[in-house]
């Protein structure tokens, strides 16, 4: 439910209607508890469950793979746009029921599961679904708003709820006069298949695999000093619209006051 709630309000009723029943088929279920103690092996016991983790890599393979053969109109166009959009966050999906899977199942440890753990979620499954780490991917539209006591409820949120303003001041950024600020680097990337897919075909010796030739792709990744830039850019455009907010609210002040005076 928490990841139905995560769909755009925009989204056509007949979108919604086909997403819904897609997730709700067994393959699905499936898919999120291998990946569920893939990230239980690979993230919280990193090389204690080396051949578990592999038979959880195979059996994604397969289930994804058939998957997205049970997901097949036939001769539809918008049947196969829907379902073209549907695969193509298919990774942002499994990251959020992963995630909320997380956060039912461990209680006691729902303070680990911050946005560092929710950027690993996005990086591996993007990775493994795509081919390569979708750094662009957000997670704004998680609904995290879980009820009484949530330790994941976002600052923003309350600020809103509360009708109050977030304390912004310049003060608090501080400026670096650091010079000469790396460039983003650009590594190249072979894109064929995505993992699975790839592992899937490996696993069941398809002659035919070698057919679809690679394809050199050169991604750009954002250096940390470049992430740093573009968080400190987002902070001051909030001081700027609260400086706006006040600006305003005195000018109204003020009116107020003049016009009192001529009285």
């Given at each position: 439910m928490n990841v139905q709630k995560s769909l755009p309000d925009k989204m056509s009723k007949q979108a919604r209607d086909f997403w819904v029943e897609v997730f709700n088929l067994e393959h699905a279920n499936a898919l999120i508890s291998d990946c569920f103690w893939y990230i239980i092996c690979k993230v919280f016991n990193p090389g204690k469950y080396a051949d578990y983790e592999e038979l959880y890599l195979d059996r994604i393979a397969a289930n994804y793979v058939s998957?997205?053969?049970?997901?097949?109109?036939?001769?539809?166009?918008?049947e196969r746009e829907k379902k073209d959009r549907f695969f193509k966050f298919f990774y942002d999906i499994i990251?959020?029921?992963?995630?909320?899977?997380?956060?039912?199942?461990?209680?006691?440890?729902?303070?680990?599961?911050?946005?560092?753990?929710?950027?690993?979620l996005l990086n591996t499954f993007s990775h493994m679904y795509t081919g390569m780490e979708i750094h662009s991917a957000k997670t704004d539209h998680w609904k995290l708003e879980l009820g009484a006591g949530n330790m994941m409820r976002r600052p923003q949120a309350d600020q809103k709820k509360k009708g109050g303003q977030e304390e912004l001041s310049l003060a608090d950024l501080g400026f670096s006069r650091k010079k000469g600020l790396t460039k983003n680097a650009r590594t190249p990337l072979l894109m064929q298949y995505s993992p699975l897919v790839q592992r899937y075909l490996e696993k069941h010796q398809y002659e035919t695999m070698n057919s679809v030739r690679q394809w050199r792709m050169m991604l750009t990744q954002k250096s940390e000093q470049q992430k740093e830039i573009d968080k400190k850019m987002q902070r001051y455009m909030k001081i700027a619209d609260n400086s706006v907010q006040v600006k305003e609210k005195v000018n109204a002040e003020l009116k107020s006051y003049e016009e009192n005076i001529k009285k």
């Amino acid at each position: 439910m928490n990841v139905q709630k995560s769909l755009p309000d925009k989204m056509s009723k007949q979108a919604r209607d086909f997403w819904v029943e897609v997730f709700n088929l067994e393959h699905a279920n499936a898919l999120i508890s291998d990946c569920f103690w893939y990230i239980i092996c690979k993230v919280f016991n990193p090389g204690k469950y080396a051949d578990y983790e592999e038979l959880y890599l195979d059996r994604i393979a397969a289930n994804y793979v058939s998957y997205t053969i049970v997901v097949d109109p036939e001769d539809n166009k918008k049947e196969r746009e829907k379902k073209d959009r549907f695969f193509k966050f298919f990774y942002d999906i499994i990251s959020q029921s992963v995630f909320f899977c997380l956060f039912f199942a461990f209680p006691k440890s729902r303070s680990k599961l911050d946005e560092n753990l929710q950027r690993k979620l996005l990086n591996t499954f993007s990775h493994m679904y795509t081919g390569m780490e979708i750094h662009s991917a957000k997670t704004d539209h998680w609904k995290l708003e879980l009820g009484a006591g949530n330790m994941m409820r976002r600052p923003q949120a309350d600020q809103k709820k509360k009708g109050g303003q977030e304390e912004l001041s310049l003060a608090d950024l501080g400026f670096s006069r650091k010079k000469g600020l790396t460039k983003n680097a650009r590594t190249p990337l072979l894109m064929q298949y995505s993992p699975l897919v790839q592992r899937y075909l490996e696993k069941h010796q398809y002659e035919t695999m070698n057919s679809v030739r690679q394809w050199r792709m050169m991604l750009t990744q954002k250096s940390e000093q470049q992430k740093e830039i573009d968080k400190k850019m987002q902070r001051y455009m909030k001081i700027a619209d609260n400086s706006v907010q006040v600006k305003e609210k005195v000018n109204a002040e003020l009116k107020s006051y003049e016009e009192n005076i001529k009285k």
